[in-house]
């Protein structure tokens, strides 16, 4: 059966942006050094005088006008308001106690409303949900991860929960209207040796760092890393080389979310300095191990404007998750998908270093990648740009099936599949000739136009549910059956 009349079902289902939802970050105005005096105070001081400067009056008056504004906006928003000001209370130039309206006026002039998925929501990936209790007969509970844009094109990853019933058609739970970061964790400590090897990948260790690591022990916490760093600074300057060296730790860290949120509640929002440009393409997985206790991770891309750092993060629960670096030769770029179990007792990856080719790799340690080898080159006129994964491979009887996607003419992407041994997946033993998905008419148009893609699909029954975004704008989703997938490839 030829790839273009296999019998792909669009669902009528679209995840759109919602610009109504918006999550409160903290604010503190930039300073313009060329429209300042340089011996102004900090724009921040000169906003506390002002608010200082207000009766107890103006200053109730002014606070109910912002609750009644938005406190129906936001869950908590005293207590966020509280947290804020604790944040800038060490600019407050006097000792005086201040009145609690005083404070929380105050948090709420340095906080901000952000929509941050009002420009995109697309490169899905679906996952089952860690609770499968009280699901109907022949049902699966799923979690969706989503890339949502906002404003300055800044990525993050938020979720969705649903359902797909027996017949394989997607039903997405109505989200919240409301949204909150998670509380973050530093790490408790980093290994010198490794975090050295880290910094020389990224193409950091130099004679600074080198003297800043001679300081510390062999295991060293984040505070006894940043004073190393001011101690050294302060006699051989190289202030970027030193705040580098935090960006990489910083990008090592942990969060977690009450269970009482929902998970459309939930968002990764960029928190390291790694990040500060965005988190990119989150691809889930369930992984089992040899014990068969499973733990859900995601490779993705952490951006701050001019590194790219792939990163890891996993979770049991979708509520606690810990995030750190990818380390090794074999991890410098994007698009990696870890494969959902072991492979003849190693950890088994796919990934792009070249950008053109599909790779793999493999490794004895999750966190540790240091060869790979070209799996598949671009061969279709539809991929002959370049091609990648849509995710990680899903074991079937026949083999490992992969999502790829392809670049072809006028950039256009489109998704395929390819069919890897079950034993040894560095060999291809299928391989589709024509698109499973391609944009059509009315999918062509969006953020960035003719484009298909996912992050991740899942088998269901017999059959292949496939989130994936449209014209990175939206997303969707479609279904096929796996065995007419398999039958349609031509052999390798």
Not at 351 to 357: A, C, G, H, I, L
């Amino acid at each position: 059966m030829p790839s273009d009349s296999l019998p792909l079902k669009r669902q009528p289902v679209f995840i759109k942006p919602d610009p109504r939802r918006v999550l409160i970050r903290p604010f503190l105005p930039a300073v313009e050094p060329r429209a300042v005096n340089p011996t102004d105070a900090p724009r921040a001081l000169k906003i506390l005088a002002r608010i200082l400067s207000l009766t107890d009056a103006e200053v109730d008056a002014l606070l109910d006008e912002v609750l009644r504004d938005f406190g129906d906006r936001h869950q908590e928003i005293r207590s966020i308001f509280t947290e804020r000001f604790r944040q800038v209370e060490k600019y407050i130039p006097t000792d005086r106690p201040l009145s609690e309206n005083r404070k929380l006026l105050t948090g709420s002039y340095f906080t901000n409303e952000y929509s941050f998925e009002c420009a995109a929501l697309f490169n899905p990936s679906i996952v089952p949900h860690p609770d499968q209790s009280d699901v109907p007969d022949g049902s699966l509970r799923i979690i969706l991860s989503l890339r949502a844009t906002g404003e300055g094109h800044i990525s993050s990853i938020t979720f969705r929960s649903g359902l797909v019933d027996s017949s394989a058609a997607l039903q997405i739970d109505p989200s919240s209207r409301f949204i909150r970061e998670p509380r973050y964790f530093p790490n408790t400590s980093y290994n010198r040796e490794l975090f050295l090897k880290k910094l020389g990948e990224l193409g950091l260790a130099d004679d600074f760092n080198l003297r800043v690591l001679e300081g510390v022990q062999e295991t060293f916490t984040l505070d006894e890393l940043r004073a190393a760093i001011e101690i050294h600074r302060r006699y051989h300057g190289n202030e970027d080389t030193g705040q580098k060296m935090l960006m990489v730790a910083k990008s090592n860290y942990e969060f977690s979310f009450e269970p009482s949120q929902p998970v459309s509640e939930r968002i990764v929002f960029p928190f390291s300095p790694s990040q500060s440009n965005g988190i990119e393409d989150a691809r889930f997985v369930r992984f089992i191990e040899q014990d068969n206790s499973s733990c859900y991770y995601a490779t993705y891309t952490a951006y701050d404007g001019r590194t790219i750092l792939p990163q890891l993060v996993e979770t049991r629960d979708f509520l606690h998750f810990k995030v750190c670096t990818l380390n090794g030769s074999a991890v410098q770029n994007k698009g990696m998908a870890l494969f959902p179990r072991r492979v003849n007792g190693l950890y088994c990856m796919l990934s792009r270093q070249d950008n053109e080719n599909i790779r793999i790799m493999y490794s004895d340690d999750l966190h540790f990648w240091y060869e790979s080898k070209i799996l598949l080159r671009p061969t279709e006129p539809w991929e002959f740009i370049q091609m990648g994964n849509c995710g990680s491979p899903m074991e079937t009887s026949a083999g490992w099936l992969v999502l790829t996607h392809g670049v072809g003419a006028m950039r256009r992407y489109c998704i395929g599949a390819i069919l890897l041994d079950r034993d040894d997946p560095s060999r291809v033993i299928g391989r589709l000739k024509d698109p499973l998905i391609k944009p059509e008419a009315e999918e062509r148009e969006g953020y960035v136009p003719n484009v298909v893609y996912t992050c991740g699909a899942l088998i269901h029954n017999g059959t292949l549910v496939i989130p994936y975004a449209i014209s990175d704008s939206v997303s969707t989703v479609a279904t096929v059956p796996v065995d007419a997938v398999i039958a349609a490839m031509a052999p390798v």
